[in-house]
C-alpha cells in the first residue's frame, strides 16, 4: 500500500510540473534538428579496399603464405598511416592540407582477421572524398613496392562516389537530446519539489510536522 501511494506521488510531482518537461523536450529537439539540419555541414566517406599478397594462377595457396600476408597487413597500415607517405600523398594530388589534417580525413584499418586493408576518407565533398580516397590507394601501394622491395598488394574495390553523408546523423542527434532533455527535465521537477516546502495536503502535515491529524476546515465559495 505504501509504494503505491509513493508511486502515485510521484506521478502527482510529475503531472504538476509536466509543462515543464513538455517544454524541455520541445526546445531540445528544435535546437538538435536545427543545428543537425542548417548549421552542421554534412560529411561524406569513400572507402577503398586492398588485398596483401598475390599468387599465381593454379598455384597451391599455402597456409604459411595467408598468415604471413595477415601479419603484413598490419606492418602495411602502419606504412599506409606514416608521415612520409602522408607528405608524397599531399606533393603528389596537389592538396593543401598539413600532414596533420589529411592524417585527420584518413582511416587505415585491416577488415576482421584478413589479408584485406581498408582505406577510408572523410570529406565534406563526396567527389573528393572519392579522389583522396584512390589517390591514398595508390600513393600507398607505391611506398610498398619501394620499401618492402615487393608488388603484392592490388586493389580491390576502388572508392566510389558516396551518395549519403555519415555525419551528422540528424534524426540520431534529435533522439539523444529528446532523452537527455527528459532526464534534465525529471532532475528539475524533483529538485524543484524538493525545495518546495509548503504545506499542500493533510499528509504533508504528518509527514513533516510529525503530528496526528484531528481535523480539517472546509472551504465554502461564497454565494
Known sequence: MEQ???????????????????LLLVLAVTTSGVVSFFILTPVYE?????????????AQIIYQ????????????????????????????????????????KIDVRQVGDTEIISISVRDESPEHAA????????????HVAQIMKTDNVSIIDPAGVPTSPVSPRKLLNMAVA??????????????????????????????????????????????
Open 65 to 104: 603464405d595467408i598468415q604471413l600476408n595477415r601479419q603484413l597487413v598490419k606492418t602495411y597500415g602502419e606504412i599506409a598511416k606514416s608521415s612520409t607517405v602522408a607528405n608524397d600523398i599531399i606533393s603528389q594530388l596537389n592538396l593543401r592540407l598539413t600532414t596533420v589534417q589529411l592524417k585527420e
Open 131 to 142: 579522389f583522396l580516397a584512390n589517390g591514398v590507394a595508390r600513393v600507398f601501394m607505391g
Open 4 to 22: 503505491e501511494i509513493e508511486i502515485r506521488e510521484i506521478m502527482a510531482i510529475i503531472a504538476k510540473r509536466w509543462w515543464l518537461l513538455l
Open 178 to 223: 529528446a532523452v537527455l532533455s527528459l532526464m534534465v527535465g525529471f532532475f528539475l521537477v524533483f529538485f524543484m519539489e524538493y525545495l518546495d516546502n509548503s504545506i499542500k495536503s493533510p499528509l504533508d502535515v504528518e509527514r513533516y510536522l510529525e503530528m496526528p491529524l484531528l481535523g480539517t476546515i472546509p472551504v465554502y465559495e461564497d454565494r
Open 46 to 58: 569513400a572507402s577503398t579496399t586492398l588485398l596483401v599478397g598475390k599468387t599465381t594462377e593454379g
